[in-house]
Structures are given as C-alpha cells and as structure tokens.
C-alpha cells in the first residue's frame, strides 16, 4: 500500500483522533478570547493578570495537547518520521549499482533481430517517441522505484557510445515533460502524450535523415498499484483537448490500453518511411500487442524492457551496442490479440447486485462487493497456449507471437540432454550440455519442461509445465557447459480436487524436454510411471509436513472451468462473461466482514486462559537462533500482558513496536519489491534495482540470490528489519496493473526466483513479506471486497505453488495477507490458507501481516484474524475499527499468544538481533520531552512574573 497515494478520508480520519487531544486547547482558546472581551473595564491589575494567564493557561494546553497526540495516534508514525537518517556505505551502493546492471544486461530480451541488424554497427542514432524522454522505469505505488538518479534511456545510449539527434529529444521534451502516475480511486489518467505526426517540421525529418539512416522507435506503457490497466479505452480518462496530452481519435471503442494508439501507429508508418534500419523498443512489465512490428520489412529488430530501474537503460545501450550479449528470455506469452484470450471475459470490475448488506455504512468509497471468476483453472499463460494448440483449438502460429521463454541472442547454442537417472529416493537427475556454436561470447538459458500423460475427462493437465530452469555462465565461442538438473518426481503430479482430493501422478509416460521457450523442443527423454501414485493420507509429498487434501471447495462457487475434455469442448461456455451478478443465498449467508463478524460467535467453552504478567526473567534475545516449538518461548510468552499482546498485534504497520519488559526492541520494515524504500523517511533506502518482471526475463537464479544479498546487506545499513517483499502473485493477464511488481505467469518461474532472494535476506537476518498471499492478481476492486472464485486444483498448482517455494525452499519467516475473499472468506482470515496450507502442509514458522488496514476497509479484521493465522495489522497506529476487541475470553487470548509468539519468532530471528539492537532508536522522544521541559519551564517563569508584577501592581 502506497502511504504517498493517502486518500482525504485517511487524512480526516487521522485529524478526527487528533481532536480529542485539542479539545482542552480549544475550549480555553474560547474562553480567552471572551475574558479578552470582558475584562477591559476591570482594573489595569486583575485585567493584566487575567489575560496573562489566559495566555499562558492555553499555551499550556496546546503544548499537553500536543503531546497527547505526538504520544498517541501519531505516536508510530512519527517513531518512523523520526529516526536517525543512515544511509548506504560507499562500498555498498557500488555493489547494487553493479547488481542493477548485471540484472539489467540480463533482463533485456531480444525478441527479433533480422539481416545481423543488432547489434547497432551505425553509432549515430534517431530516437523516436515521447516515450523516449519519458520512459517507464518501473511502475506507481508501494512497488514503484526512485528514477530521480536514474540513467535516463537516453543517457544509457550516449554512456554506449552513441551519438544521439538531440533535436528529436528536445521535441520531444519540449511537447510535455510529465508521465502520468496511477491513482488508488481508480480515477487514473492513462493518457498516453505523443506528438501528432503532423507536427514534426519538415527540416527537422530531413536533418534526421541526413543525421542517421538508422532510427530506434520507443513504445512504453506503465501500470501501478490501484488500478489496472484498461481494456477499453473509450471508457478511462484520456486527455485530448489540452496542448502535450494526445489525440482524438487514438482508440476507438473496445480497443485497449496495451495497443498502439493511432498517434504511435502513425510515428511507425512515418518512421518505418523515412529510415532504412528501424529498431522497436517496447518498455513495459505487461505482455504487449507487438504484431504490427512483422508488418514493415525495415523493422529489423524488436527488444523489450520491462521495469529497468536505477541503471537498467544503461543495459539497453550496451546491448544494442554489442557490449552485452543479450540473454534474456520472456517470463510471459506474447500474443497477436490479447482481447481473444481465454479470461479477456472474466477480468476487470464485476459488483455484485443483491448485497447491499454488506455496505461499508460509514464510507462511499469502499462499500461494495465484487467478484471475478477464474474460469480458465490451470490453463493460465503458456499452459493455455500450449495444450489448445496440441488440442486443435486454436492456431498456434496465429495465435502467439513470442511464446513464454523466447528470447534471441547474437549466438547460437546447442543443447543436448542425457539420459534420465532415478536416484532411488523419489528424484530424478538429468545433464543438460550447452555448447555455444556461434562467433560471440554469450549465455544461455536451460529450460526443462515437462509434459505429463492425459486421459480426456480426467485430471486436468496442461501439455507444458516448466519443472526448472538455469543459467550458463558466460560461454566463450565452441565452450561447453554442462548443467546437472536434480528434480523429484513428485513435482509432476498433479492435484485432483475431483476425486482423490490429494496430488497424483497417474501411471503412463512423462516426456522430460528442453526447450528454447515453451513451444519449441530442443531434445527430450521419456519416463514412464508403472503406476499411478496418491499423495493421500499417510503418503504425504516429501516436502509436506501433512497430507495436502481439500480445503477451498468453498472457493470453487457456481463457475463453469475450462476443461480439455473432449478439446476444450467447454470453450466456450467457460470462457463467456458472467450471466449474474447476484451472489448466491448459500454464500450471502455465511460471507462475513465487520458488521456481522462477532468473535464470541466463535469463541471455544474448552479453551483455557493461558498465564499472563509472569515474572520469569526471560527476555526476547534469549529467544535469538532458538526454534520455534524450544519449551523457552512459554516462559517468554507468560510474562506479556494482554495489553502487550493486543497493541503489538494492532501497530504493526511499518514497525513492531517496542516491549522492555521483555526487552524487545522496535523494528522497521519497508516496501517494496523492487529495492528498500520508505514512504515515512525517505532518506532510509537502498538502490532501485530492477523491477521483479525485469528480474525474471533474466532466468538467473544466481542474479536473484544477489539481490537478496544486498537487501539483506542495505537493510543492516540503514536500519531495517523487515522487507515487504518479494511479491509473487501470477500475471494471470496482461492488464493487471501491479505485473511489474510481481515476476511472471509462471508459478515456478515466479517462485524459484522469489525463493533464492529470500533465503539470502533471511541469511542476513531480513524477514520477507511474501506478498500478497494470496490470488491478489488484480488491482481493480481490490477493496471493494473482492470474491474470488476458483477452483482448488487451479488454486494450488497456479497461485499458491509460487509462495510454496520460498517457504520451503527459501525459508520464510514472513508473508502479507492479500486484500481479497478466497470464495466468501477474506484472505486474511482464512484458516484454510493461514493455518492448514502455511503452516500445517508447508511448515511456515513466523508472522502474517495483513495488507494495509486503512479505514474504509470493512472487512480487515484484528479478531478474525489472529484466529485465523494472521498475526499483525498493517498500519502504524492504532485503528479501533481494526484492533482485536475480545480481549477477555480465552478463545482469544490464545489467539492473541499465538499471533505474538509468530511476532516475536521473526524478530528474534532477524537481524534486530543480530546486531546491538539499535536499529529502530526512538531517541526523538528524548528530544520532544526536553522541548517540551523547556516550554513549562518557560511558562512557570512567566507564570513567576505574572503574579510578581500583579503583587507589585496592586501594592
């Protein structure tokens, strides 16, 4: 949640608690002023004194009042405005310069290079469109990135060695400066400026057709959190009648935001005119119409950046300057018509018609409810494209232009696999040999994918599945590589939520395969099941701690899924646009928020009140590198009170608060997935590395570890604890404005990345929010209590299996509750996610933090939250509407000592601890109560003099 996009309701709201602490204060103000009015025919003696202490009297009040406030409702906030400034060490900020680049090199994707037009042998250079001086580094929100240092794209160029028509670029800047950024009302201006082709003055073409015969066309798009971006642009605001903005006429009806304008496709047929060597540029995290690049023959090469960040337009100039070979691959499908995708029906905005019952009474802005049906189950991204091609559906070649993995470079390789090795403990190891066969150095990447056997009308199955992946090292010419793949065979199986309600891997044979992206095969072996295997009760999966079994039937609702029965035979019903609106009898009457949420509704006769306010003498930094279940935590958690308990689990926004009666410290935690950055102190950061979609184009495990590792390390630097992040929701399609924050349409692509960052932050004792957990895969309606509906096999091989891999791979010891219902329960207080997936089947061990607990929000609760696995609510202050209220039944109080014990087992176990402890100082209230001494102090002097000079005046 971006603290800088605060909506006025916030702003009243933090004034409607201040008042209270003035009321004193402005009460004596009234009567001053009347006594002001009324003394003037008393005595000169009793006039003066009367108004003198008056003066005095209130200024005394506003000063206590203040201190009210300052020490109350504002007290977390300003802990965090107020702490020291620290910032990164030299050596620290060269060593993320130099991780931004690398990921940059990396993350830049050659997507068409024909005639040997890249790289560039022409170092003279026209750079086309708006964009170009006004490029998107990332996106908008708590996920955005600091561009205010950034290598511009031009600047990235000239730093290669290219000589730019500075003439374009001053037409460019002179037309409009600003880019538009995203807002959290959904009001946001998606204008897209570009100067009309008509504008261009004739000499300045002909001065760039003598300058150059080579010219790069730069197309950007930006996305932010809040809103997502539109699939009909006739709807949305756009700006054309004010001088900079755009044009009439630049979309029609029921295009949308991620094609060409008219204005852009006008620059292209101009360009494309007037130069002979044309270079396309798309700088964007969300996947982009880009057929219209095969549609002029002098448009000899296509590159994509998603969200570079600090330095990654620097990338961008030594890959087209052959500096950087360019080996990065898509992290999601590219195709010809995004409106005829398989869910273009079922996203966007859906409200509910029949509940307005559940209105938010005390607020316009978020009081409805929502819904989005995720028709397509399993079959997201490639592992649509793929199976409906292998089905007949659809036209592969027609359908997709750059297929999930693609990426070209200025070499060639091979691959070759050899033979598959059953270890004999349920593993399976495979070589993969890369040889680089062309004339430059390079990498490569090794993308294993496999495909398992489907009977129609079965277990759903996608044709494609990647299963791992890696990255060679950087390979001279005829070098070779060989890559060992250790995978276990329980990563094929798939979940039945039909039948078996448990993973299977069905008897048959698994064609093991490496590809150059998800459709074109490389080489393959074969591996065949003698028998169908249930990973049911008692044969948990060897990375289980229980058996996985249903938990969200209740998720599923009355939504037709997309089958491959029968080839896809269900199409098109299941992809249709919903029918109804009106939520179901069944689920009104068991869907909660906070106006029918009652704690005591739930509340167990059985449980007993556990031991508070002991005196044991154990303090949390005895808990440090202790595990949880160690018997020493119950001592710990005896001694705290409820009060603790309650207020750590309700100011959590930020910070943990400090308790010295167990001698724990104040942590600090920041946004955001992209590099350390606070909204409260915005001197406390780290770099701005690339954005998470960037991160992944690279398919770099190593590259991710790194980044982990100087998280870890910026934070011990500038005093933090906590990272909100990674986050790693699905990009299930290509107008979700948030796709720059998080990795891929891939799950495992997605988690094996979010993974290698979080164990390597872990290891410098950063806790990660792995955010948001989980189906947050939208931004529109986010709020507006939005039901998702889906069904469990999609649930848990698609959205959950990338928040699976961090925890037991990476270790985690943190995540963030999603804003959205998973079916009728809302994410952060739902036991089946928190309790029995988290921590129960996947052995997470630390806290759940909610999303931002803004008021407005009707349905983030403190109670149904902590007795549901979530621990702590994300804001800085103590919101009533929020808190836990049931803080008497023992029910509760349990609850409230198992949300602390989660607290405090992240904490113990960061870097908080690991250091002398101060990397949360609150020294500004030493510094307020001694301004505050100096101004009673003032005031008693004055008081002195007034009833001096009184004596002195009535003598």
């Known amino acids: 949640m971006a603290l800088d996009m605060l909506r006025m309701e916030d702003i009243i709201n933090y004034g409607s608690k201040c008042l209270p602490y003035l009321i004193p204060f402005l009460f004596l103000l009234v009567i001053a002023c009347v006594l002001l009015f009324v003394t003037k025919q008393k005595p000169e003696p009793s006039r003066k004194l009367i108004r003198s202490e008056s003066v005095i009297a209130v200024i005394l009040a506003f000063a206590l009042g203040v201190t009210g406030i300052c020490m109350g409702p504002m007290y977390s906030s300003l802990s965090l405005v107020m702490q020291p400034a620290k910032v990164l060490s030299d050596e620290t900020a060269a060593a993320g310069a130099q991780l931004s680049s690398d990921i940059g090199n990396e993350g830049v994707v050659l997507l068409k290079n024909q005639n040997g037009a890249l790289p560039l042998a022409q170092k003279k250079l026209n750079v086309f469109g708006w964009a170009s001086t006004n490029p998107c580094y990332g996106g908008t929100g708590s996920g955005g990135v600091d561009s205010s240092t950034a290598i511009s794209l031009l600047a990235g160029l000239k730093n290669a060695g290219f000589e730019l028509n500075d003439e374009l670029s001053d037409f460019y800047t002179s037309y409009n400066t600003v880019r538009e950024t995203g807002s959290l009302d959904g009001n946001t201006n998606w204008t897209l400026p570009e100067p009309a082709v008509d504008s261009y003055p004739d000499a300045m073409l002909e001065n760039a057709r003598s300058f150059s015969d080579t010219a790069l066309i730069v197309i950007a798009r930006i996305g932010g959190e809040g809103d997502d971006l539109p699939t009909d642009m006739s709807t949305v605001k756009y700006i054309t009648d004010e001088p900079g903005m755009a044009h009439e006429g630049d979309f029609v009806a029921g295009q949308t935001y991620l094609e060409l304008s008219a204005t852009e496709r006008s620059l292209v047929e101009m360009v494309t005119a007037n130069f002979e060597n044309v270079i396309v540029l798309y700088n964007g995290a969300n996947a982009f119409e880009l057929g ?86 399993i079959y997201v991204g490639y592992k649509f494209y793929e199976t409906a091609a292998v089905e007949g559906l659809i036209d592969y070649e027609t359908t997709v232009q750059y297929p999930f993995g693609y990426g070209l470079s200025y070499t060639t390789f091979t691959q070759t696999m050899g033979d598959l090795k059953e270890n004999g403990d349920g593993t399976i190891t495979v070589d993969v040999t890369v040889t680089n066969t062309g004339n430059v150095a390079g ?126 035979a269900n199409y098109a019903q299941a992809t249709a646009a919903p029918t109804s609106y ?21 509340n167990n006769p059985d449980d007993v009140m556990p031991t508070t306010g002991a005196d044991n003498g154990v303090m949390l930094e005895d808990l440090a590198g202790k595990d949880y279940d160690d018997p020493l935590w119950d001592q710990l958690l005896d001694e705290l009170t409820v009060e603790e308990m309650s207020t750590l689990i309700a100011k959590a926004g930020f910070s943990t608060i400090e308790i010295p009666s167990i001698g724990k410290i104040a942590t600090n935690e920041i946004d955001g997935p992209s590099g350390l950055h606070s909204f409260f102190k915005p001197s406390m950061k780290g770099y701005s590395y690339p954005a998470p979609t960037t991160l992944a184009c690279t398919w770099n495990k190593e590259l991710a570890r790194r980044l982990g590792e100087m998280i870890g390390q910026e934070a011990s630097e500038v005093g933090v604890n906590g990272w909100y992040g990674p986050a790693m929701n699905i990009h299930r399609s290509a107008f979700s404005g948030r796709n720059f924050e998080y990795y891929s349409e891939d799950a495992v692509l997605s988690g094996e990345m979010a993974a290698q960052s979080v164990a390597a932050a872990q290891e410098k004792g950063v806790y990660c929010f792995l955010k948001h957990f989980a189906l947050n895969d939208q931004e529109l309606n986010r709020n507006n209590q939005l039901c998702v509906w889906a069904n469990e096999q999609a649930i848990r091989e698609i959205y959950l299996k990338a928040f699976e891999l961090p925890v037991k791979e990476g270790h985690a010891t943190a995540a963030m509750a999603a804003f959205n219902y998973i079916g009728h329960q809302w994410a952060g207080g739902s036991s089946a996610l928190m309790k029995t997936v988290l921590r129960e089947e996947w052995g997470f061990n630390g806290m759940v933090l909610t999303d931002a607990a803004l008021d407005g929000y009707n349905y983030i609760n403190g109670d149904q939250a902590i007795r549901n696995g979530t621990n702590a609510i994300l804001n800085p202050d103590l919101v009533e509407e929020t808190s836990v209220h049931d803080q008497t039944s023992a029910t509760s109080v349990l609850a409230m000592r198992d949300s602390t014990h989660s607290i405090l087992y992240a904490v113990a176990n960061s870097n908080a601890y690991m250091t002398d402890g101060d990397t949360a100082s609150l020294s500004w209230e030493t510094v307020f109560y001694l301004c505050l001494a100096g101004v009673i102090l003032v005031l008693a002097v004055c008081e002195w003099i007034t009833i001096r000079r009184y004596r002195n005046r009535i003598k």
């Open 292 to 377: 219209w690049v095969d549609e002029y023959e002098n448009i000899n090469g296509v590159l994509t950046v998603a969200g570079p960040g600090q330095d990654g337009f620097g990338s961008l100039g030594r890959v087209l300057s052959g500096e950087v070979n360019p080996s990065g691959r898509l992290a999601d499908t590219f195709v010809y018509d995004l409106t005829q995708s398989y869910n273009f029906n079922n996203i966007g905005s859906f409200l509910y018609d029949n509940t307005q019952e559940f209105a938010d009474k005390d607020t316009d802005l978020y009081n409805l409810v929502s819904f989005v049906n995720y028709t397509e189950g």
């Open 443 to 568: 990498k490569d990447v090794v993308e294993l994918y496999f495909t398992p056997p489907y009977t129609n009308g079965g277990i759903e199955k996608a044709e494609v599945n990647l299963l791992d992946f890696a990255k060679t090292s950087l390979l001279e010419p005829g070098a070779s590589e060989t890559i060992t793949f250790t995978f276990n065979e329980e990563d094929m199986a798939s979940y039945d939520d039909r039948v078996n309600r448990a993973y299977v891997l069905e008897v048959g044979s698994y064609v093991i395969s490496i590809r150059s992206d998800s459709h074109t095969v490389l080489d393959s072996r074969t591996y065949d099941k003698a028998e169908t295997l249930v990973y049911g009760e008692g044969n948990a999966r060897s990375t289980d701690q229980i058996t996985a079994t249903n938990v969200f039937d209740d998720a599923r609702g009355d939504v037709t899924y997309l089958s491959r029965a029968d080839h896809f």
């Open 582 to 602: 009106s939520m179901p009898d069944e689920v009104k009457a068991v869907f909660l928020n906070n106006d029918n949420y009652n704690p005591e509704d739930y």
